[in-house]
């Protein structure tokens, strides 16, 4: 099993910036670990669905954003700590929501915007942006 515990959240004036973190540990039933991981952020407002934030490809090199935070959020990922943050700025009441990070261990780069194409999820961590 892979867990994955995301951490950073908090409450924060409009402008501001957190930091989030994911930590990734376990393996898949193929042995594969957090070095050949698609990750992703996906958050949700209450009363909402859940959305697309951002995404990382197992190597690195490939990076998504949704439209609304381009710009203003930093993906990335430490394979040596098997960590993958999502640097956020320039902060809007309308990115509060509860953050979730989600492995997808089949690495297939071309579902990282469907919430379906990842098979591990965190338990989420709580963003609030005040206005």
């Known amino acids: 099993q892979v867990q994955l515990v995301e951490s950073g959240g908090g409450l924060v004036q409009a402008g501001g910036s957190l930091r989030l973190s994911c930590a990734a540990s376990?393996?898949?039933?193929?042995?594969?670990?957090?070095?050949?991981?698609?990750m992703g952020w996906f958050r949700q407002a209450p009363g909402k669905e859940r959305e697309f934030v951002a995404a990382?490809?197992?190597?690195?090199?490939?990076?998504d954003y949704t439209d609304s935070v381009q710009g203003r959020f930093t993906i990335s990922r430490d394979i040596a700590k098997n960590t993958v943050a999502l640097q956020m700025t320039s902060l809007k009441p309308e990115d509060t929501a509860v953050y979730y990070c989600a492995a997808d261990t089949t690495r297939n780069w071309s579902l990282r915007r469907r919430g379906e194409g990842y098979e591990y999820w965190g338990r989420g961590t709580q963003v609030t942006v005040s206005s």
């Open positions: 376990g393996r898949t039933v193929s042995g594969r670990t957090f070095g050949s991981y698609t």
């Open positions: 990382i490809s197992w190597s690195g090199s490939n990076l």
